[in-house]
């Protein structure tokens, strides 16, 4: 295979040398994929995401996936009609109905536009779909309008003007557009008793428009006396008609029903920026700022109760009204909390705020640990859906393995350190540094006596391991790559190593002497306890390959890569697939790519152009998939969308 101009070459098992046929076509796998949950909330930025529906569950997004929780039963439903990042959510007065905007995109077939997809939450069958070709960039913000029945949806883009149009969703015609500013804009909404009244508002404006014969004309709010804040950053209203503001320098102003001046002021209601807004059914104001309170306020804007939520979960970035005292909130750190003004609140959703690379699952538990850029490491039971311990480091975390007892954890850093946590306790075992670079991959062999490390120094470190994985002492370095180490797999019974590098290079090694293995009779026939190696004859059928050669040698096949169609899109460079895993029962095997897509294959996967199954959910590079133990669920992880997803092998 060439990739880049470089030959590939892999040997054929002999086993498989009689029977094997370039022209045979694979199967598609007997199983596929059913999304099971999702780890993750989007709060770091975005806003008004957040929603209480009336079926009990709680709706938000992450990634492309709009998730609908219901806490008391601990159950998820998911709507996965939108192809890459969700940026906003609105919620219809009939609280069925849900529009949610997306960014544009890319995937393997070329770019995807921009636009508003309104659903419907029961069923989540897409009612409509809006503004494909009329958007740019990304949607930003949406609001249903009230008193009309609901039935005009008011959107803003992401283009340089940011332009505001408002839209008949049900027949998906567009009613008027304007250039709302070209500066940054936060919140959109309509006035709750006029629907023909829109007010934004962003960096250095807060702007009343009205919609009169197709056109939307513009009030600029005026703040006179007041001090202009830099942002206003979220906007409610009262029962009254007033408009209310949350702005960068902590106020709360009051806008007078259909003027654009201010009529009260609640200055310094908060210590720096108001994130959030949320009018109560009571007609109780709640705020959420920066400070991470969460303050309520009587219709006279004198404050009642107050509130502060701790500093693990961030500042408040949105607030909902839940069923009776209860408040939903959505922090910058990623967490979905549940509480009440009088109590204390607790999570019901968290995820990474970074990027994600490190995946290890549990050698005989339900258990699977991630670990990214954000250098938190947390260990979650696939079963509860639940985080059993989270651990802070003081570096970034690349790569992850679990020692074969389940007593400990690998995690490899960027900076070449690596260190080891007890599985039942998290706490530190031992640390190392080998190198200065990240360590892309750590892998344990099956038999729990050594530890290989592949570094971005093109080396592969070798520790020998003792005490049920707590005494780790080095034995040397396999020396030989070319370029950085991307995979690394072992033998069954411990004796061998494969690895793969950034340069596509396919080596094998005895790590117990660190010695390279050129031999083809040696290894073309070795027993892999593990298949995460993206280059190899058992998974080549994963790329699109369109010239094969069967060499003087009947067990070894060369191809180049063709990029006009299939799996690649023009272009590809062979680094589109970022991870591969064997199923256990060596039945399955699934990858990961930078289209954000999840494929699942039959295994062996060895055939020209291998049909898949393919799943998204994803909104940004697959980063690494693997099966749990028993290959009842599968895992993947987004690079930097930071979700977690769980899928049942169904």
Known sequence: MYLKGRPITMFMPKDQVDGYSLEARADLPCNKLKLDWVYGYRGRDCRSNLYLLPTGETVYFIASVV??????????????????????????????TIATGQVAGTSSDGKLAPHVRVWDSVSLNTLHVLGAG????????????KSNGGNTLCVVDDSNDHVLSVWDWQREDRLAEVKCSNESVFAADFHPTDSNIVVTCGKSHLYFWTLEKGMLVKKQGLFEKQEKPKFVLCVTFAENGDTITGDSSGNILVWGKGTNRISHVIQGAHEGSIFALCMLRNG??????????????DSSYQQIQTVEVPELF??????AEGRGETMIIGTTKNFVLQGSLDGEFNSITQGHTDELWGLAVHPWKPHFLTC????????????????????????AAQS????????????GTQTGRWLVLDTDTKDLVTVHTDGNEQLSVMRYGPDGNFLAIGSHDNYIYIYAVAENGRKYSRVGKCSGHSSFITHVDWSVDSQYLVSNSGDYEILYWIPSVCKQVVSVETTRDIDWTTHTCTLGFQVFGKWLLSLFSVCACPFKVTASLCSSSGLWPDGSDGTDINAVCRSNDKSLLVTGDDFGKVHLFAY????????????????????????????SYLVSIGGKDMSVMQWRIV
């Open 67 to 96: 998730v609908l929780f219901n806490v008391d039963e601990q159950l998820q439903r998911h709507y996965t009609g939108h192809t890459d990042d969700i940026k906003c959510l609105a919620v219809h007065p009939d609280k069925i």
């Open 134 to 145: 009329f958007f740019d960039r990304a949607l930003v913000c949406l609001a249903f309008s």
């Open 284 to 297: 109780t104001l709640v705020s959420g700022g920066k400070d991470r309170r969460l303050i309520s306020w």
């Open 314 to 319: 961030g500042p408040i970035r949105t607030v």
């Open 372 to 395: 990214g850029y954000d250098r938190q490491v947390c260990l979650w039971d696939s079963s509860s859906h639940q985080l059993i311990w989270s651990k802070s480091m003081e570096d």
């Open 400 to 411: 992850a393995d679990f020692h074969p007892s389940g007593a400990v954890v690998a995690i």
């Open 604 to 631: 062996p996967c060895s055939q020209f152009r291998a049909p898949s199954h393919v799943y998204g959910g994803h909104s940004s590079h697959v980063t690494n998939v693997t099966f749990l133990y028993n290959d």
